[in-house]
């Protein structure tokens, strides 16, 4: 419950093996209870952000003069920016930039590094500046990112490749 006693939107109730979960008020399925409470709580706190995401989006837009209409335009772009990029140029950044926590070096560091493995440091910046990544610079980033070139093409193109055999 809120603090003005008002049901939250997803709710359990019941201690049976499986529950019924409700949202606002509509039954939409049956969990087990272990897993119950750790959903409705994920989804309650979902909706929490997505809230909070709309009030920002609309004060930012009130306070620079911006057209309040386009509120979900500016929700779905900042939804958008926020999403882990699953390829492309921004993938192999996300790539790098893990492998750099994983292996624990600064920035100067990780640059040396990479260029241990041929990959320069202005290559590496335009990577994570966005630029299309050549097809030169493949095997010293599988060396780099430990990982086999054939997903490291999945992750450039965005599509399953097939090997060369």
């Given at each position: 419950m809120s603090l003005r006693n008002e049901p939250l939107d997803w709710q359990v109730e019941s201690d049976e093996t499986y529950v019924p979960v409700y949202h606002k008020g509509d039954l939409v399925g049956f969990?087990?209870?272990?897993?119950?409470?750790q959903i409705t709580q994920s989804l309650n706190e979902d909706e929490v952000l997505k809230k909070a995401l709309r009030i920002a989006c609309t004060?930012?837009?009130?306070?620079?003069?911006?057209?309040?209409?386009?509120?979900?335009n500016l929700i779905k772009k900042y939804i958008k920016i926020s999403e882990r990029p699953k390829f492309?140029?921004?993938a192999i950044a996300?790539?790098?930039n893990e492998r750099?926590?994983?292996?624990?070096?600064?920035?100067?560091?990780f640059s040396k590094f990479c260029d241990t493995f041929k990959v320069s440091p202005t290559e590496l910046n335009n990577i994570y500046a966005g630029a299309s990544i050549d097809d030169n610079?493949?095997?010293p980033l599988t060396r780099i990112l430990g990982i086999t070139k054939e997903r490291l093409l999945e992750v450039r193109d965005g599509a399953k490749v097939v090997s060369d055999q």
């Open positions: 969990f087990k209870q272990e897993y119950a409470n004060d930012l837009l009130k306070k620079t003069g911006g057209d309040s209409s386009k509120v979900n492309g140029s921004r996300l790539l790098l750099q926590k994983e292996l624990d070096l600064s920035d100067q560091e610079l493949l095997l």
